[in-house]
C-alpha cells in the first residue's frame, strides 16, 4: 500500500461530470468551471457545489442566491479549460470562450445554448469549509436537449467530461 496526499485523495471519488455554473448580479454575469457538485436529495431536488470562497463566482452567488447549472459536451472541452482558468474580473469569459447565453426562466443568471441540460438552482443555505463555500441549493427549473435526452442520456450522443485533477480529463462512454 502507498499512502497518498489527502489533498489528492478527492481523485479518488470525484466521479460527477464537469459542469459550468452562470451567475450574475444587476449587469454582471460570469461561467465559471466546476467539477464540485453533488446530488443531496431527489425531492426536492437539492444540490450541492463547493466553490472558492474568493471567486467571482461566489461573490455572484452571495449577491443573489442563485446560480445556472449547465453541462457541456466532450465539444466544449477548450471552453472549459479557458472558464476554469481566467478570472470573470478580469475577462468576460461568455465571450472570450465564443458562448451564447439565453434567458433561464426563474433566475437571473443566463444560461448556455451550447450546453446539453440547464438546471436553475436557488440556493437555500452556505456552509463554509476552509477556503471554500458550499452552496446548497434547490433546482427549480431544468432543461435538457431533446435530441439527446430520453429518460436518460443518449451516449452516442453527448459525452460527459471528468475531471481527473492536475488538467487530465476523461469522458463517458459506452464502455
Known amino acids: 500500500m502507498k499512502n497518498i496526499p489527502l489533498n489528492e485523495a478527492y481523485r479518488l471519488i470525484n466521479s460527477s461530470p464537469v459542469v459550468l455554473i452562470t451567475s450574475a448580479y444587476k449587469n454582471q454575469k460570469n461561467v465559471m468551471t466546476l467539477n464540485w457538485l453533488n446530488i443531496i436529495n431527489s425531492e426536492p431536488f437539492i444540490i450541492g457545489a463547493a466553490i472558492a470562497k474568493d471567486s467571482y463566482t ?19 472541452l477548450p471552453q472549459i479549460k479557458l472558464c476554469g482558468n481566467l478570472s470573470g474580473r478580469e ?14 426562466e426563474k433566475i437571473k443568471a443566463p444560461l448556455i445554448k451550447e450546453c446539453s441540460a440547464f438546471i436553475e438552482c436557488k440556493v437555500k443555505k452556505k456552509l463554509i469549509f476552509g477556503d471554500v463555500n458550499f452552496f446548497i441549493a ?23 467530461v471528468h475531471h481527473l485533477g492536475g488538467g487530465n480529463f476523461y469522458f463517458s462512454s459506452k464502455k
Open 58 to 76: 461566489s461573490y455572484l452567488i452571495e449577491k443573489t442566491k442563485e446560480f445556472g447549472i449547465n453541462v457541456p459536451d466532450k465539444k466544449l
Open 91 to 104: 475577462v468576460d469569459k461568455f465571450k472570450k470562450a465564443n458562448l451564447n447565453i439565453f434567458e433561464a
Open 138 to 160: 434547490e433546482a427549480v427549473s431544468a432543461k435538457v436537449n431533446e435530441k439527446i435526452f430520453n429518460k436518460i442520456y443518449n451516449i452516442d450522443k453527448i459525452k460527459f
